[in-house]
């Protein structure tokens, strides 16, 4: 079984619809990320939670919102989907070594697609 | 601005051979970068680190270097297989900052 699962692992939906992407990590680690995809654009930083009451805004937090329900589960939210958010959505995780971010560890991805 | 930048979308070579994936950096904050690895479907997995106390960090067939005054780091790969054919990502931390930022990737081919 993968250490970090993200769900789903594909969605297709339609413009103005509140979805939800879930991520589950079995690492134990404190930190966790979520990432967005774009061709061309690489790995982008939404949101992320150093611990359970730690949450922070990454460098394209607008349009998303996140839930840190426990160590092991952060959620990311999209209110009201639009297009341009049709991604590939990364959940991370991260043990957060002597003060630095550190090896991340990735799920496997959530393809979202906006219609 | 982009901090981190892989100006190289694609590479490809030839099986058993070097392969040279660069990546450049503009904050002089950067002191820890690392190299991942992405197969399609999959999702980015750890290839190796470089601390900027150090110029060069070897693991197996990958090798990376590190040239502070030049802001440039590359990730060697000998010799290059046909299943080291994925997107490299180069990304950095540091300055306070315990967020990784990544480049665009360089996505290498590696021909039987």
């Known amino acids: 079984d993968a250490d970090v699962t993200q769900t789903p692992r594909n969605r297709i939906t339609k413009t103005g619809k509140r979805i939800m992407l879930e991520c589950s990590q079995t690492k134990g680690h404190d930190r966790m990320y979520w990432y967005r995809q774009d061709p061309g654009l690489g790995l982008r930083l939404i949101y992320y939670?150093?611990?359970?009451?730690?949450?922070n805004k990454g460098e394209i937090s607008d349009g998303y919102s996140v839930s840190r329900q426990a160590q092991a589960k952060f959620s990311l939210s999209l209110e009201s989907a639009i297009p341009n958010q049709t991604a590939l959505y990364f959940c991370?995780?991260?043990?957060?070594?002597?003060?630095?971010?550190?090896?991340?560890?990735f799920g496997e991805g959530s393809r979202l697609t906006v219609l | 601005d982009q901090q981190v930048k892989q100006n190289s979308p694609s590479l490809s070579v030839q099986e058993g051979r070097i392969s040279i994936l660069n990546c450049d950096y503009t904050?002089?904050?950067?002191?820890?970068f690392l190299w991942y690895k992405k197969y399609p479907a999959e999702g980015p997995t750890f290839l190796i680190s470089?601390?900027?106390?150090?110029d060069k960090n070897e693991d197996g067939r990958f090798t990376v270097f590190l040239n502070k005054s030049a802001k440039h780091l590359s990730l060697h790969i000998v010799p290059s297989q046909p299943g080291d054919s994925a997107v490299y990502f180069c990304a950095a931390s540091g300055g306070g900052s315990e967020k990784l930022v990544f480049g665009k990737g360089t996505k290498l081919t590696v021909n039987p």
């Open positions: 904050n002089s904050m950067f002191d820890y």
């Open positions: 991370a995780t991260s043990p957060g070594v002597r003060g630095r971010t550190g090896e991340l560890f």
């Open positions: 470089i601390s900027s106390i150090k």
């Open positions: 939670s150093f611990d359970v009451k730690d949450i």
